[in-house]
């Protein structure tokens, strides 16, 4: 029997099949009956999933990454599409067709990335671009900023994901930097490239996306700060000069991109690079989370269910220009 997709499952549907696990966590209901909570998925989505009247024996069984046949049904809660799992079984990695189940780019990653390195020779700063160098010439790191996804599930959440992500965001920045000549390009590009590195380290990506011991005690925006200063030591020893305010300026963009201490940024935006680095890195984002759920929200008619991350719903009707 082929595989059902999430994107293909509308409420009240019976389900039978295999998809990919997440997180599952063991909790309590208000009358203190025990229920599973997870994330079940395939390439094309992912969806919530409850297990009511479940038992600590069975959660145990349940991997924290890797896959389970489903029985169960699809159903509407609070205008979001969730399964309501009736029982399952556990499923070796090797018994499926992984490519059903990890979502990739579509477009051609290579492509991607000769583009990017070639948006990165604009930096003129010879300590920058020495920096910059460092990261390129870091072959295994490279492969796996190629191949990571940008989140677990806000944006760009699939492989290859973070490489699109830093290449759209250069090329907004290519477009807009002439429109501001006061704000520092090369801070602003080289910021772009290494904003989010370290997610290759934060994040587990190999059979299911899941944060990595590492990544949940320290974070990308501590990890590549690390990194950057640790590069940056390399070059040096291979004799280039790197200003120390050129480098802690860079750092605060690094520091400052998520814009908001209730977003998880240490710092808050201080410099025109760091506002621009922070504004084009949202925009991208949300460009990408609004045309994902335009494209996925199982509710019917022109306008999708509430997005709880948008805090709004999204009306999909195009009209005819």
């Known amino acids: 029997m082929a595989h059902l997709f999430v994107k293909d499952i509308k409420p009240g549907l019976q389900i039978n099949d295999i998809y990919m696990v997440s997180q599952p966590v063991l909790r309590n209901t208000t009358r203190g009956d025990l229920y599973i909570a997870m994330y079940l998925s395939d390439k094309t989505g992912k969806l919530n999933a409850r297990m009511w009247q479940a038992t600590e024996a069975l959660y145990n069984q349940i991997p924290a990454e890797g896959f389970l046949q489903i029985r169960g049904k699809?159903?509407?809660?609070?205008?979001?599409?969730?399964?309501?799992?009736?029982?399952?079984?556990?499923?070796?990695?090797?018994q499926v067709n992984l490519a059903e189940y990890m979502p990739r780019t579509d477009k051609d990653t290579a492509k991607l990335f000769a583009e990017l390195k070639e948006m990165l020779k604009a930096i003129k700063n010879p300590g920058l671009s020495a920096l910059i160098r460092e990261f390129l010439d870091d072959a295994e790191l490279m492969k796996r900023f190629c191949t990571a996804p940008a989140a677990m599930q806000m944006h760009h959440c699939f492989l290859g994901g973070l490489l699109e992500h830093t290449h759209s965001m250069m090329q907004v920045a290519m477009r807009i930097l002439p429109l501001y000549p006061k704000v520092q390009a090369d801070l602003v590009l080289a910021a772009i490239f290494l904003h989010d590195i370290a997610k290759t380290a934060e994040m587990s990506y190999e059979v299911a996306f899941s944060y990595t011991d590492r990544g949940q005690l320290l974070g990308h925006i501590l990890l590549g700060s690390m990194w950057i200063q640790d590069k940056a030591r390399a070059a040096q020893a291979k004799g280039a000069k790197i200003d120390s305010d050129v480098l802690d300026s860079l750092l605060h963009i690094i520091l400052a991109h998520h814009g908001e201490y209730e977003f998880g940024s240490p710092k808050l935006p201080a410099t025109a690079e760091a506002f621009m680095v922070n504004y084009i890195d949202n925009l991208d984002a949300k460009m990408n989370q609004v045309a994902t759920l335009i494209d996925t929200d199982a509710t019917e008619g022109n306008w999708t269910g509430y997005q709880k991350s948008l805090e709004t719903r999204l009306y999909r009707k195009r009209p005819t220009l």
Not at 74 to 80: A, F, M, N, R, V
Not at 81 to 88: A, F, K, R, S
């Open 74 to 94: 699809s159903e509407l809660y609070q205008g979001s599409l969730q399964l309501v799992i009736n029982d399952l079984v556990v499923v070796r990695s090797d």
